[in-house]
Every structure is written in C-alpha cells, then in structure tokens.
C-alpha cells in the first residue's frame, strides 16, 4: 500500500545546479499534482497532469519544468535551481473524476544554497 | 482563476472547546472542497470534504458547512482533543481541475 512516493526526501543544491523531483502512484490516478510549501504560504500548485499526456501550468510554474512520464509517474525539474526555491515540495493524485479526495506523498524537503 | 482565502492563520483554543475555521473562494463555478489536516512531518490528509449540492456535513466531531451563495465554507470542530493540533487547509475545486488550497491554519489546543 505504498500510495504516492516522492524521492528523494531531502536534498541540497548548490545555486545552478538542476536536479529532478520524482513522484509516482500506485493508485491507478489519472491527475497529479505538485505543490510547494512555505512558511505563511500554505500549499502553491506548481504544475498539474489532468491525464498522462497532459500539463499545465499552475499558480507559480517559473523555473520549473514537468514530465508525465506514464500514468504512475510525474516529476518536476529544477533547471538551475535558486535559493528562492528552498521549500518542501509535495506530489499529489487522484482519480480525476468527479470530487474525488486527492493523496499527498510525503514530501522533498530542498535547500538550495 | 481561483483564490481561496482561510482564517485565522493562527487558532488557539482550551482542550474541550470549539474551533472554528473559516474560508471564502473566487471562482463560483467551483463544486469540489475539502479540508486537510498537517501534522509535522507529513503530507496533508484529507479529513472531510463536501459538494456543492450540500450545505453541511457532519463525522464525529468534525463538521463543514458550505455557503454557495457568499462562496464561503467553513471546519467546525467541537470537544477539541489533543491530537487536534496541527496545520488545517481548506482547498477549493472543480471537477478533474486543479485544487486550490488556502494558507492554511495552525490550531493549538491548550491544556
């Protein structure tokens, strides 16, 4: 019953360099999500996946970049990583049907130094 | 696009009595929300949600009444425990589209 896994858990970068987030769910979810998290700022939606094959842009994409790689697997890219990216980034899915709960994995907490 | 605001940021109450959390969102074609409790440490779990054909619901102690008109809903939480303390967010949502959350509620209950 793994649910959303997100690796890895933490990590620090150096100004510039890139990296990627990895997420994947075993859950059959058709939307997927990520999310970065601030202190004061709740939960911003970075990139979302309505289906595979399909991104968009959420309340603050700049500097990132994703990939809907299959069904199971959504990971977000830090090109050249700034230190206003330090926060806890956080995947989500669900079904995509109507109203449905969506689960959280356990969060990559990032500093970029 | 949406814009879900929540208050208080901070919510202090004696064990044993209420908490009230309050959130208003922007896009009235939204039909989708939920609340989700953070504890340290961990992702956001939902703990209750409810649709827009409804105005309340209820499990255990923990309640959402949803107001579509003024486009506000709020998380109502009685004989407050413990275990209640954490970080609470409202979020708002339409059908197979984003989810929109609030900032978010620290609520600390007191001995």
């Known amino acids: 019953n793994a649910g959303v896994t997100q690796t890895p858990k933490f990590q620090v970068l150096k100004t510039g360099q890139s990296m990627t987030l990895q997420c994947a769910q075993d859950?059959?979810?058709?939307?997927m999500y990520w999310y970065r998290q601030d202190p004061g700022m709740g939960l911003r939606l970075i990139y979302y996946s309505a289906s595979e094959g399909t991104t968009d842009k959420g309340e603050v994409p700049n500097g990132y970049n994703v990939s809907r790689l299959n069904k199971r697997e959504f990971s977000l890219r830090l090109e050249s990583a700034a230190p206003s990216q330090t926060s806890v980034y956080f995947c989500a899915s669900r079904t995509g049907g109507p109203n449905t709960e969506a689960f959280f994995g356990q969060g990559t907490r990032l500093t970029v130094v | 696009g949406e814009n879900v605001e929540q208050h208080p940021s901070t919510l202090s109450v004696q064990e044993g009595d209420s908490a009230v959390i309050k959130c208003t969102y922007s896009?009235?074609?939204?039909?989708?929300f939920p609340w989700y409790k953070q504890e340290l440490g961990k992702g956001p779990q939902l703990i209750i949600d409810?649709?827009?054909?409804?105005g309340e619901k209820k499990d255990q102690r923990i309640a959402v009444t949803l107001n579509k008109t003024a486009k506000h809903f709020s998380l109502h939480i009685t004989e407050t425990q413990p275990e209640d303390s954490a970080v609470y967010f409202c979020?708002?949502?339409?059908?197979?589209?984003?989810?929109?959350f609030g900032k978010g509620t620290r609520l600390h209950i007191l001995p």
């Open positions: 409810i649709r827009s054909n409804v």
């Open positions: 859950m059959n979810h058709n939307s």
């Open positions: 979020a708002a949502s339409k059908t197979g589209d984003k989810i929109i």
């Open positions: 896009d009235s074609a939204s039909n989708y």
